[in-house]
């Protein structure tokens, strides 16, 4: 059994993250088949984000409310829907309408996996190898869907990622055993709302902020995002059955992966999302190019979140954070030679996903280790909103950095591109000093 779930929970990350990476290498493709201008293509890069990020709690809540299984099948059931309906998309517009739905269906995926993976393996070993072939799994749909998008035409991609979806439903539905929360707790349904409002407008404002200058509709599409986003924390020290309480908090584990998270989406993915575009502004590779050096990330990053399980149980999950971002930090410092070529950029990538592949492993065992047992999907709901959250605001800040009117030149770009650069190697910094402090406090005062 416990093989089993592991296999669907790595299979189900693995999609996910192909369709969340796959207009990295078909942008150009299908925004002339759909005939999109300049702020449809940001769409295009980012509907999936909005859906993903707004929901990846909300789903991990509801699945320890009424079942991971259940909740998993309805992901990849509506990850099908979606997937063909952008293949089948006449225009821009519907595109994106289904790569939001597409991110619907990632989020619940993502968010059940590591809460299947966490009740059929208890801690020890056995989890810690399932959860580095999961943060394996996450790195190879990274790599996957750059690569599958440079062979395969894009609608076709999309239809094979349909069928996949809906191959890995039925899969799920007969091979995997249900579970939930032993004492479900009651919904918190304004937590819910706010949450995935505040989300959803957040990132529709972060969306917008990429075309300068910026109106008066984006200021009020972040004002009102960050505001709503408030009522959810205000929410949350209120409600009597809060979906990520302040109690949860107090476990300095889970502050550890929550910053790690967001500082991994700050840094690296923001990075190695505008790297195509930047190496085909400045030296005119193609996609297919842009996808193998970002495989040397991604790749990287497979082969060491399998052997990250090697590594002493002596040395905690929160040190094992602090340690990768520095070593990714100094990783994405390599990134500044951008303007040399591609092979300084590959040997820069190949150094930071070492780092990545242990930080993924490392976080989607500390997801669900820093929470109660009966709330493993909202510990792991926790930590992909995270990640995907500092990935909206990284790429946006990289982008708005690198080419803040879309038309510079290759010099202007990769000065730009500088700024970016330092900008993510700091956040990835902090939360390298916050995981390390969290280890030290943790060592000090060990949650029961």
């Keep these: 059994m416990a093989r089993r779930t592991v296999a669907v929970a790595a299979l189900g990350t693995t999609l996910a993250l192909i369709s969340y990476t796959a207009p990295l290498a078909t942008l150009e493709a299908i925004s ?9 293509r940001s769409w295009i890069l980012s509907s999936m984000s909005l859906g993903l990020t707004a929901l990846l709690l909300t789903a991990g809540t509801l699945a320890d409310r009424f079942g991971r299984r259940a909740t998993f099948v309805t992901g990849a059931a509506v990850l099908a829907l979606t997937s063909a309906g952008g293949a089948l998309a006449t225009g ?4 994106v309408a289904g790569r939001i739905g597409q991110g619907v269906g990632a989020a619940a995926m993502i968010a059940c996996s590591l809460a299947l993976i966490g009740h059929a393996l208890p801690p020890g070993p056995q989890r810690a190898r399932a959860t580095g072939l ?12 750059p690569l599958l998008a440079g062979v395969l035409p894009w609608r076709w991609l999309y239809l094979l990622i349909a069928v996949a979806a809906v191959l890995l439903a039925v899969a799920a539905r007969s091979l995997l055993v249900e579970s939930s929360a032993a004492r479900p707790r009651p919904v918190d349904l304004p937590g819910m709302v706010l949450l995935a409002a505040g989300l959803a407008v957040l990132l529709a404002g972060l969306t917008e902020a990429r075309r300068l200058p910026v109106g008066a509709g984006t200021v009020g599409l972040l004002v009102a995002g960050v505001l709503l986003l408030a009522g959810f924390v205000v929410v949350q020290f209120r ?15 889970l502050i550890a992966a929550t910053v790690a998270s967001l500082a991994t989406g700050l840094g690296i993915i923001s990075l190695s999302s ?24 991604s790749g990287t990053g497979i082969v060491t979140a399998l052997l990250a399980r090697r590594i002493s149980e002596r040395i905690g999950d929160s040190v094992r954070l602090g340690a990768g971002l520095l070593v990714m930090a100094g990783g994405q410092v390599g990134l500044l030679a951008a303007g040399g070529g591609s092979g300084v950029v590959l040997a820069s990538l190949i150094v930071t996903g070492a780092a990545t592949g242990v930080v993924n492993a490392s976080l989607g065992r500390e997801a669900v280790a820093s929470v109660p047992a009966d709330r493993a999907g909202t510990g792991s709901g926790i930590n992909n909103t995270s990640r995907y959250l500092g990935a909206a605001i ?9 080419a803040p009117t879309g038309g510079e030149t290759a010099a202007q770009l990769l000065v730009g591109w500088h700024v970016a650069v330092l900008v993510a190697v700091g956040a990835t910094i902090v939360g390298a000093v916050v995981a390390l402090v969290c280890a030290r406090v943790a060592a000090r005062s060990p949650v029961p």
């Design 32 to 40: 002339a088949d759909l005939g999109t201008g300049p702020s449809g």
């Design 92 to 95: 821009t517009a519907g595109f």
């Design 239 to 253: 409600s009597p059955h809060p979906m990520a309480g302040p109690e949860l908090f107090r476990n300095p584990g």
């Design 134 to 145: 999961w943060g394996a799994a996450l790195a190879a749909g990274i790599a996957a869907g």
């Design 394 to 402: 990284g790429v946006t800040v990289t982008s708005v950095l690198t």
């Design 274 to 297: 505008y790297l195509p575009a930047l190496m085909h502004g400045v030296h005119g590779d193609p996609p297919a190019v842009s996808a193998l050096l970002l495989l040397g990330w």
